[in-house]
């Protein structure tokens, strides 16, 4: 019985794309009413009323409204348009969820409006129009979820190759019921039910020198790349992608809170990575194992500056351990890193480069 339900689950697709409804247009309202009608286990989220309160009340934050005086605001808001037409309802078709959102520059709205004034009404229309590229899903889904949840772009471009295991669960947030998901597809979902309005692209191969140039580029040129891969050869071909367009590069190590930035946007002659990158034949990297890459890696990612227990634990690669160690605690401390460096850098706010410690066993003792 158990096989038979798993056999019909095998062609099930990995969407990750919000379906949105729009029920003041005649299409949209047929589309819809199918919707219901095909699907009885739907589940309907429908608090409108409530998004259109507190939308009356982030506007007149001078005055504690009354009751009748919200019904009264909200009404004049509406304008004569019913209620369940107002806004947009946004299905999401992996979990069966149909939620009713008012539109979307009164959702940018209401969901910044708790950023105000650390960042300005001027700066989230700025930060709305930034592309925002992530290679590596394991750091790079904190970093993602930092961004969306900031605000700090309207577009998202997410590339891993991996697909969930248990083993990852030690740092990625999510449920075990995603395991042998991508992590794309898991990233790009939790994005979309955090804000449908941002646009996500994701590459289900992760970064290759097949679509790098789609990546970069397709859609409008890359504003910022953040770069958290653990493979050598793209580490560099990306870089020297990333510098050939002037695009500004993001890396956090994942230890002792090291971030890394290279602002080639600023410095187009910059070498890549501070010039710690060794002469390597690129395709001689492909099939190397993780303890084949350490000698590689070391200078790059300076390792000879790395905790005392990231460097016992590089040191049994292949002996009691398969990969490097990451921790949840480092992981989210790096999303907040990145998310406030990339606000800072697509701002004008940060101009320089280098590579910057926020240790808390050092600040911390």
């Known amino acids: 019985m158990i096989q038979e339900y798993l056999r019909k689950q095998q062609d099930k697709s990995n969407d990750y794309k919000p379906v949105f409804y729009d029920l003041k247009r005649a299409q949209d309202l047929q589309s819809f009413e199918t919707l219901l009608e095909t699907h009885p286990h739907l589940r309907i989220n429908d608090h409108i009323d409530s998004q259109l309160k507190e939308l009356m009340k982030i506007r007149n934050p001078t005055k504690r409204l009354t009751a009748e005086e919200y019904e009264e605001k909200v009404q004049a808001h509406l304008g004569g348009v019913s209620p369940e037409k107002y806004g947009v309802w946004v299905y999401y078709p992996w ?147 990333a510098k050939a367009l002037k695009i500004p590069v993001v890396m956090e190590m994942n230890d002792r809170g090291m971030i890394d930035i290279e602002r080639f946007d600023l410095e187009p002659d910059r070498p890549l990575m501070h010039g710690l990158i060794p002469e390597v034949n690129i395709d001689t990297l492909k099939g190397l194992t993780d303890a084949e890459k350490l000698p590689i890696f070391s200078p790059m990612l300076a390792l000879d500056k790395a905790s005392d227990r990231m460097k016992f634990s590089l040191g049994e690669i292949g002996k009691t351990i398969t990969t490097w160690p990451q921790l949840a605690s480092s992981v989210v401390l790096g999303g907040a890193l990145v998310a406030d460096t990339c606000r800072r850098i697509a701002l004008d706010q940060l101009k320089s480069s280098g590579r910057y410690y926020i240790d808390f066993e050092q600040l911390i003792v």
């Open 95 to 241: 979990n069966d969820q149909l939620v009713h959102l008012v539109n979307e520059a009164e959702f940018i709205e209401l969901r910044t409006s708790r950023n105000q004034h650390k960042i300005t009404a001027e700066e989230i229309a700025v930060l709305s129009k930034k592309k925002i590229g992530i290679v590596g899903l394991s750091v790079g889904q904190s970093i993602a979820l930092t961004l969306v949840m900031e605000r700090i772009c309207g577009e998202l471009r997410l590339a891993d190759f991996d697909r969930l295991e248990l083993t990852n669960m030690n740092r990625i947030r999510c449920g075990v019921h995603n395991i042998q998901l991508p992590k794309v597809v898991i990233a790009a979902r939790e994005i979309a039910e955090l804000d449908p309005f941002i646009k996500v692209s994701i590459y289900q191969d992760g970064m290759t020198e097949a679509n790098m140039d789609d990546f970069f580029t397709g859609g409008g040129v890359l504003d910022i790349f953040v770069e958290e891969c653990d493979g050598v050869d793209i580490k560099i071909l990306s870089r020297i992608k």
